[in-house]
């Protein structure tokens, strides 16, 4: 049974950092993400990384704050967070997708909150 767990999220001021982890079970994935979802707003594409480790993606709004890293031994993705700002809060979930590069499995959701 596939499962992501996600853990990290928490209250921080603006500026300071966080770091969320996904630690996957079950099998092993093409791709990882990390998406993230403000109240009344759409899911968000946050950052990627392949299977390998060996490409990452960012959204343009993280580009130089956020990292996205992966520790293949555990099965664990990572969401490097620095430099926050308000509008980064939001409810950050990760992901997990196949060869079809497809986001089929989903993180519980950790709530992300940036106070001002």
């Known amino acids: 049974q596939v499962q992501l767990v996600e853990s990290g999220g928490g209250l921080v001021q603006a500026g300071g950092s966080l770091r969320l982890s996904c630690a996957a079970s079950?099998?092993?994935?093409?791709?990882y993400g990390w998406f993230r979802q403000a109240p009344g707003k759409e899911r968000e594409f946050v950052a990627a990384i392949t299977g390998s480790g060996g490409r990452t993606y960012y959204a343009d709004p993280v580009k130089g704050r956020f990292t996205i890293s992966r520790d293949n031994a555990k099965n664990t993705h990572y969401l490097q967070m620095n430099s926050l700002k308000f509008e980064d809060t939001a409810v950050y979930y990760c992901a997990a997708a196949g060869v079809r590069l497809s986001y089929d499995y989903w993180g519980q959701g950790t709530q992300v909150t940036v106070s001002s």
């Open positions: 079950g099998r092993t994935f093409s791709r």
